[in-house]
């Protein structure tokens, strides 16, 4: 497969992955082609390696976290819920409830979307999102354990703790 | 409840991948930016085969073939299966100062078939030379042009670090039957200092290629390779 091969051929789909992390159209195609240009250096190691789809995920996803790092170091952080929460009028209202989600979504650290996002979108199991992400897999099921209570327990603001070595 | 959680989960991300802008553009930016990358290297390529070029047409030292024998015509050694085929040394990567073709091919100073069997040091390569090359040793199998030998010795570039980029095999294992041609690389006599030529130039063995390298250098008109 050639590097146009495979731009042409996996470019929405990382494009996709981009814009579920970042829910930001602008920053998911630069993170994207950021990705897919690193690749583009590496291209005969990453032929070789059979998977392709691994190494240009993981430097998006390593792509993605350092954004949002630096995004969040230059920004006020989150004093409360925003304000779709407070407004949620219903739990049984699905539309309210998802709202209320992404809201709660937006406000995670990025590892713990990551981590969610690669569970609940890209299908992957935690040994695989370990290996993304360089940690262990407990490490995976510990951050998504407690990412998955922040969006069902809280009202309040949502503080999932990022220890990479648990 | 966790099941509820998760399952909005994965419909709050494929209601978002949903929305997620078209690749298309990112897709023509990141190939127009390897095009690009991909020019740059041709670029670098080409000043080394420039240089390898000038440097062949500069008459000179009449040194470096090994050659053994003068007369005999050594059997053919037994290629094995014909798995590997078509040119080395030659990528995208690689640009030539010749194509490959029946007039160009009957220009090259030098033509044989024959078995690689040892590789060592260059023949050709001079202190400082931007093209560093390795010199193979191969069994004639049959000349078709600028020879006579059972073995001969010529320089082929690209192995180690590079050859993968430049399309050589890493190593031409022993018992690898090519098809060789190529000029003296500083000038001379056909196999002074001689330099096996990329681009479709070396090949590997096959007979029906054998045959057309025979006519092309037999007959005037040549067949096409």
Not at chain 2, 86 to 95: D, N
Not at chain 2, 211 to 225: H, L
């Amino acid at each position: 497969m050639t590097f146009e091969e495979y731009v042409t051929g996996r470019g929405q789909a990382l494009l996709r992955l981009a814009y579920v992390l970042t829910s930001d159209p602008y920053l998911a195609q630069d993170i994207a082609q950021e990705a897919l240009t690193k690749t583009y250096r590496q291209w005969a190691k990453v032929q070789k390696s059979g998977n392709p789809d691994a190494y240009v995920n993981r430097i998006l996803i390593n792509g993605y976290i350092d954004s949002a790092r630096r995004k969040s170091s230059t920004e006020t952080p989150l004093q409360s819920l925003p304000e779709t929460a407070a407004v949620w009028p219903d739990p049984a209202d699905e539309v309210a409830n998802r709202l209320h989600i992404r809201g709660l979504l937006a406000a995670l650290p990025p590892r713990a979307r990551t981590v969610l996002v690669l569970r609940y979108y890209a299908d992957l199991d935690d040994a695989s999102i370990a290996d993304l992400l360089g940690v262990t897999a407990s490490n995976v099921r510990a951050t998504a354990s407690r990412a998955l209570a922040a969006l069902r327990d809280s009202k309040d603001p949502v503080i999932v703790e990022e220890n990479p070595h648990a | 409840m966790p099941e509820q959680t998760e399952a909005q989960l994965r419909a709050i991300f494929a209601d978002e991948a949903q929305n997620a802008p078209p690749s298309s553009a990112m897709e023509q930016e990141t190939l127009d930016w390897a095009n690009t990358q991909d020019k740059k290297k041709r670029a670098s390529t080409r000043l080394v085969l420039v240089a390898a070029a000038t440097a062949m047409a500069v008459a000179g030292i009449s040194i470096g073939v090994a050659r053994s024998g003068d007369q005999a015509v050594p059997a053919p050694v037994v290629a094995g299966q014909y798995d590997m085929q078509g040119p080395i040394g030659s990528s995208s990567a690689t640009s030539c100062v010749e194509e490959y073709s029946s007039p160009t091919l009957k220009d090259r100073a030098f033509a044989f078939d024959g078995t690689a069997i040892a590789i060592g040091p260059s023949i050709s390569d001079k202190p400082g030379a931007r093209l560093t090359t390795s010199g193979v040793t191969f069994q004639v199998n049959e000349w078709f042009k600028g020879g006579s030998g059972d073995t001969v010795t010529v320089d082929m570039w690209g192995f180690g670090a590079a050859s993968e980029e430049y399309g050589w095999p890493r190593k031409v294992p022993e018992g690898t039957r090519l098809l060789v041609s190529g000029e003296p690389r500083w000038g001379g006599s056909p196999l002074d200092q001689a330099i096996a030529w990329p681009c479709g130039f070396t090949r590997y063995y096959d007979p029906q290629t054998a045959d057309q390298w025979r006519a092309a250098f037999s007959n005037k008109d040549g067949a096409a390779p």
